[in-house]
């Protein structure tokens, strides 16, 4: 197991495999030493772990939750970079982070939402864990999921 796999153990998480497309395209890209990941839903085993609009009140995803979910999406986001180059320890940054939040239209909490994955690179990845990142507010994502991640990170070879 890497490093980054025993950091994110001491969390309670693993690295689950890599999710398996729901269109035409790939999970991750190498170009040169950068990996582009797809966006990535909160995927586990196979079926979204919840769907649906984050927001505050009746029918809506609290934003904490909605966090725990972006959280998820890391970890499906590693899963696709790891499929890649076989080793996260690789990984000698991450360079950018883009979340999508399904939002009500009063919700304005994206960065606290997206801040589930962020904390997750830093914890994983410690200081190549910090990046530069968009959190966007959106109507709808993909199969109704609450949250979409996408990463771009570094690799050595």
Do not use: W
């Not at 200081?127 to 530069?132: P, Q």
């Amino acid at each position: 197991m890497s490093a980054v796999e025993d950091r994110l153990a001491e969390l309670g998480l693993t690295v689950p495999e890599v999710a398996m497309p729901v269109a035409a395209y790939l999970p991750a890209v190498r170009d040169g030493s950068r990996i582009f990941t797809s966006g990535q839903l909160p995927i586990v085993s196979g079926a979204l772990a919840a769907t649906g609009k984050v927001g505050d009140g009746p029918g809506l995803i609290p934003a904490a939750d909605a966090k725990k979910l972006a959280q998820v999406c890391a970890l499906n986001a590693m899963a696709a970079v790891k499929a890649l180059v076989g080793d996260l320890d690789k990984v000698t940054r991450v360079v950018k982070v883009v979340g999508f939040v399904a939002s009500d239209p009063s919700f304005t909490g994206q960065p606290g939402v997206i801040n589930g994955a962020s904390e997750l690179f830093g914890a994983a990845f410690g200081d190549a864990g910090v990046h530069a990142r968009s959190a966007v507010g959106v109507a709808v994502l993909p199969l109704d999921a609450p949250v979409e991640v996408e990463i771009i990170v570094s690799v050595q070879d």
